[in-house]
């Protein structure tokens, strides 16, 4: 799934309106498992000069980068993390843990070719899904309406459920974002 994505939906499952703190960690546990990603291709795209290409069609997939991928994406140190937050009954760390695993949970029937170890430390494997949430060889062109008019309804919801300002921004931006991603991949590729 797409980033923005998996922000709304650890919003619409963690968030609440009553505790920001809960909510702040909701947005930041939905973001960490696709964080490294964003960070490499940043620093390989604007500080490296490395082309769009090699970035996305060899590095992506060199086992450096797959590496780093397994350690947060996994499902098993995920589980664990909000497994010791419900120990502890910390509804910020719940919030955290409990986004990231969603994020991944939601991410693993939508990935082919690009899949990632989600059982990493237990095992390497990885399930190349038959479906994929952008590519149309793999139903991409069926998946990725469907995930923007879910991510659009969850945000509607999500409106009515946040009434202050920066929130309704927030919500707002991601909804565009995901509804458009023709800006972000314009943005990404700016430099490439």
Known sequence: MNTPAHLIFGIAAFGRPDARAVTAAALLGAFIPDASLYGLVAWHLQVMGTPANVVFDQLYYSEGWQQIFRVDNSIVLWGIALMVAAMFRSPVFIALSGAALLH?????????????????????????????????????????????IAVLLTSVWLWG????????MLIAGLALLQALPGIVFAIMFAGG
């Open 104 to 148: 991944l949970l939601l991410d693993f029937p939508l990935h082919n070719d690009d899949a990632r170890a989600h059982f990493w430390p237990l095992t390497n494997w990885k399930f190349f899904s038959p479906v994929s949430y952008w590519s149309p060889a793999h139903y991409g062109n069926i998946v990725g309406p469907i995930e923007i």
């Open 161 to 168: 459920r946040f009434t202050s300002r920066l929130m309704r």
